[in-house]
């Protein structure tokens, strides 16, 4: 991810509401943590486990926080049982930003990743989790917003996939 | 030590907190406080450690109490490094650790049968006030101590198996109701919203 984008993208999650981020990094959107941890908007917290930044987002959302979750595409299939359990069973809105590792616009892809790449989608079908896919950073601030608006209207988590330009 | 026991222990020391328990003691736990709106059930291994600590992280002003098993921290053990390393000082996490799978009916062992000290792994990821009790009397004292002071809470208790929590009450509120019940107590006691969006 380019400087720019990155700084987007931050302002982006700013102006859509998200105030409670927690994650586990990779490699593709990482640069956003620093401006993340720079602006006091956002409580930031680290993980061990995209198993537990969702569940610890979870709790944040029902005492009003408005919480995203960082992760890579690999990490949807490790908390998919807290998705399951918590966030859909429950009904937390929580915002998932996923680095759709190994989709066909990542621009790191390998043959480490596309198997995941290939199986994302899927998996976000089979949780019925409403997503779309973010490769454009012009459309970040509206898909944000729009994921936002989702999230609350079903309180359920709702995912964005960032491939294409983000994957730089 | 009985876990009916340690629970009805803590009852009278209930008054604003949020409580978050796992599948162990829920029902007992629900039955002994039921006019507590505050309570969160969630009907789930492995998840209660985590949203207890979210709500401690999103209100660092209020208590926030996580009532666990053995079973349950062992399926979510990387709980224990990220709570070691945040260290919320609104959070009291109790484990009662019977080393048994209890709900599976045949009482298979769990990894505290083999030897997984759970307080000892807790103080080695930097909980340092985690500690282990094997009596009542040592329960009432440092559930009362960590519900008291301001720090990061963590006591395992170890108790006898029982099958009390067959015989308890259970709420026929699914979990929307009870999620909607809860948020609508941080609502009036935090006068803010909580969810968002329009009507």
């Avoid at chain 1, 620093?34 to 969702?54: G, M, N, R, Y």
């Avoid at chain 1, 809105?93 to 199986?119: C, E, H, W």
């Avoid at chain 2, 930097?126 to 006591?155: M, N, P």
């Avoid at chain 2, 699914?174 to 968002?196: H, P, Q, W």
Wanted: charged share 20%; glycine share 8%; with cysteine.
């Amino acid at each position: 991810m380019e400087k720019d984008v990155a700084q987007k993208t931050a302002a982006a999650l700013k102006g859509a509401g998200i105030d409670f981020v927690t994650y586990l990094p990779e490699t593709r959107l990482s640069r956003i943590l620093p401006l993340l941890e720079a602006d006091s908007a956002f409580k930031l917290v680290p993980t061990s486990s995209e198993a537990e930044a969702v569940t610890i987002a979870s709790g944040a959302a029902l005492v009003g926080k408005q919480p995203a979750v960082y992760m890579e595409g690999t990490g949807l299939f490790v908390c998919s049982y807290n998705l399951l359990t918590v966030s859909i069973r429950v009904g937390t809105p929580i915002l998932l930003l996923i680095s759709y590792v190994g989709s066909m616009a990542d621009q790191k892809n390998s043959f480490r990743f596309a198997p995941t790449g290939l199986r994302t989608e899927q998996q976000l079908r089979a949780l019925n989790i409403e997503y779309q896919i973010a490769e454009d950073p012009a459309q970040v601030e509206t898909q944000l917003q729009n994921a936002t608006r989702m999230m609350h209207a079903l309180k359920q988590p709702v995912a964005l996939l960032f491939t294409g330009a983000f994957t730089l | 030590m009985n876990r009916s026991a340690c629970l009805e222990s803590l009852v009278p020391h209930i008054t604003d907190q949020l409580v978050v328990p796992s599948v162990s003691g829920q029902w007992i736990w629900g039955h002994l406080t039921k006019e507590h709106d505050g309570n969160l059930l969630l009907g789930s291994m492995g998840n209660a450690l985590g949203v207890g600590l979210g709500m401690a992280l999103g209100l660092p002003h209020r208590k926030v109490i996580v009532i666990e098993s053995d079973g349950s921290v062992l399926l979510s053990l990387f709980n224990l490094p990220t709570l070691g390393a945040l260290k919320p000082d609104n959070l009291v996490v109790f484990v009662f650790d019977n080393e048994k799978y209890s709900g599976s009916r045949i009482s298979r062992p769990s990894a505290t049968a083999a030897g997984t000290d759970l307080a000892a792994v807790a103080r080695d990821c930097g909980i340092s006030h985690a500690v282990e009790v094997r009596d009542l009397d040592s329960f009432k004292r440092e559930s009362q101590g960590a519900l008291s002071r301001q720090g990061l809470g963590f006591v395992v208790a170890k108790v006898e198996e029982t099958l009390e929590h067959r015989q308890a009450e259970r709420s026929t509120a699914d979990l929307t109701e009870n999620k909607y019940r809860f948020v609508r107590y941080i609502e009036r006691t935090e006068g803010k919203a909580v969810f968002r969006g329009r009507g």
